[in-house]
Structures are given as C-alpha cells and as structure tokens.
C-alpha cells in the first residue's frame, strides 16, 4: 500500500519562500511521475508540477520561473520549491503519485498574504 505524507505548507508573505515536501512510503514500481497539485477554495484542483522518473519536469504556466520540482536521493521523496509567492497561490497542495496506480497525500495548507 503506497501512502504519500506531504510537509512543509504554511503562512507566508507575499514574495516569501516555502518549500514542500512529499514522501512516498511502500512498493513502487521504477517507472512513476510524482507531482503537485493545489486547490484553492470554490475552485477545481490543478496541476502545479510534475517529474518523472526520470527527471523530466512539466509546469503550470503560472507557476514557471517561481517554483521548482526535484526528486530527492532516495527517489521516494519529491520536494516544490515554491519562491516570489504571490496571494493567489493560496490552496492546500496535494502530491500525487501515478505508477499505474494513483494515490494522493492528504494536503498541506499554503497561505500567502498579501
């Protein structure tokens, strides 16, 4: 059973610096894509970031250039570096993990203040 525990969510202001991170316990397969997602309040949940196994990296327009995707040594751990934070990137950010199967972490809460 793969679980998915994301950290490092919080309060910060406008053009401050948080870094998420998302670690996978349990089997997973070589070949998988590990992202980010966010859902702000009354709005659908979307794709902020993605990486593959082998490290190719996929971005939402409004996020290019201020966040950065990175798988960390073990492989089982995919880490968002999120900089020049802007008001409307408040959301909870889920990571998401596609091996053939899909599994979600429970989200983190990423507020920014203006």
């Known amino acids: 059973q793969v679980q998915l525990v994301e950290s490092g969510g919080g309060l910060v202001q406008a053009g401050g610096s948080l870094r998420l991170s998302c670690v996978a316990s349990?089997?997973?397969?070589?070949?998988?894509?590990m992202g980010w997602y966010r859902q702000a309040p009354g709005k659908q949940r979307e794709l902020v970031a993605t990486i593959t196994s082998s490290d190719s990296t996929n971005y939402a327009d409004s996020v290019k250039g201020r966040f950065t995707i990175s798988r960390g040594n073990a492989k089982n751990t995919v880490y968002l570096q999120m900089n020049s934070l802007k008001p409307e990137d408040t959301a909870v950010y889920y990571c998401n993990i596609n091996f053939g199967l899909v599994r979600w972490g429970q989200g983190t809460q990423v507020t920014v203040s203006s």
């Open positions: 349990g089997s997973i397969f070589s070949l998988y894509v």
